[in-house]
């Protein structure tokens, strides 16, 4: 079975340019969380998608958002983007919602 | 609220043992454990729900306390492939979404 799959694995951006990456979960997994990883704030919760739905979301602002489709893949667009966006945004996939969560290669974003 | 984990860094020799500990400060409905090797994605270890089970594959296992919200894993005999970032993520019965410690990095040298 393939694993979690995300695009595009590198991107160079600048300062109020707009990102989206796309995260396309494990056959069958109908559960997408997305994290930021940052070395100094370490691996932070951006939100999570059940059935099309966010279900939950973490402290992060607006200009953070995302959506699922009805095949499970899902998609994080970041707004405006500031030097501090610059991290590596990983995608986890599970089954069910808060069970085992499968994370894909991740995406690393610069923004200069 | 982000797990408290310790130690921050540990360095052992081939075949020696270790502890990471995970402390949380809220009632915890479940503990996630994963390993994170440089460049590359977390990979998922084991997951403990609450009631104290003690899991565990090869020679790594974890304990879950739920009187102390408290969470151990043991990693014994190391081998040189066990190096990475161990991270705990847990999960609040209240907020199902799994939040991170600060991770620790474990160095095995032959």
């Given at each position: 079975k393939a694993g979690v799959t995300q695009t595009p694995r590198y991107l160079i951006k600048t300062r109020g340019q707009q990102v989206t990456l796309s995260c396309s979960p494990i056959s069958g997994h109908r559960s997408v969380s997305w994290y930021q990883q940052t070395p100094g704030q370490g691996l932070q919760f951006l939100f999570e998608y059940f059935s099309e739905t966010q279900r939950n979301k973490g402290n992060?602002?607006?200009r953070f958002s995302g959506r699922q489709f009805s095949n499970s893949r899902s998609e994080m667009n970041v707004s405006t983007?500031?030097?501090?966006?610059?991290a590596l945004y990983l995608c986890a996939s599970s089954f069910y919602r808060q069970e085992t969560q499968y994370f894909g290669p991740g995406t690393r974003l610069l923004v200069l | 609220q982000q797990p408290v984990q310790s130690p921050q860094a540990v360095i052992l020799r081939e075949g020696e043992d270790a502890v990471i500990n995970c402390s949380s400060s809220k009632a915890l409905y479940s503990v996630h454990w994963y390993r994170q090797k440089h460049g590359e994605a977390p990979v998922f270890l084991m997951i403990l729900l609450k009631g104290g089970e003690q899991k565990g594959h090869d020679k790594i296992s974890a304990s879950f306390n739920e009187k102390k919200q408290q969470s151990s894993l043991y990693l014994t005999a190391?081998?040189?492939?066990?190096s990475g970032t161990y991270f705990c993520g847990t999960e609040q019965a209240s907020a199902r979404q799994l939040t991170f410690g600060s991770g620790t990095q474990l160095t095995v040298l032959p």
């Open positions: 992060f602002p607006g983007l500031e030097l501090g966006d610059s | 190391s081998q040189l492939s066990y």
